[in-house]
């Protein structure tokens, strides 16, 4: 698969499968694809289906995670 580094913290992308787990080894249920076989990472914080990309960061311009 191929991982790619957005520019300005807005995310990762990875191409293929691939599986998340939680800390306890808990599986993350991927959310629906917008194109199918691409997940994208969060990178700005902001998102509300952390760990993945919602596209918060577009609405907000954010650049870096939130405080806290």
């Known amino acids: 698969g191929n991982l790619t580094n957005h520019t300005g913290g807005t995310g990762i992308s990875i191409e ?9 080894g808990n599986l993350i249920p991927r959310p629906v694809e917008k194109r ?16 993945f990309c919602d596209g918060t960061h577009n609405e907000l311009g954010a650049k870096s995670p939130p405080a806290g």
């Open 16 to 24: 293929g499968e691939v599986v998340l787990q939680d800390r306890d």
């Open 36 to 51: 199918p076989g691409i997940v994208k990472l969060c990178g700005c914080g902001h998102s509300k289906t952390h760990p």
